[in-house]
């Protein structure tokens, strides 16, 4: 079984280019990663709260 954080690694990996970055230097790569982590968290948010909201 895998843990919540190699999912979320392997979601970033297949479905937001984090296993072929396109930019240069440590900074730029940084910067795209914490970016994709806040969009695929904005997600699930938007996920979760639409979830409740049907079930209420």
């Not at 895998?2 to 296993?19: C, I, P, Q, W």
């Not at 730029?28 to 970016?35: A, N």
Request: proline share 0%; hydrophobic share 45%.
């Amino acid at each position: 079984m895998r843990t919540s954080v190699e999912r979320f690694f392997g979601d970033g990996k297949e479905h937001y280019a984090l296993n072929n970055l396109r930019v240069s230097g440590i900074k730029k790569s940084k910067v795209f990663m914490d970016l994709t982590c806040i969009a695929i968290i904005a997600s699930k948010m938007v996920k979760a709260d639409k979830k409740l909201n049907h079930a209420a």
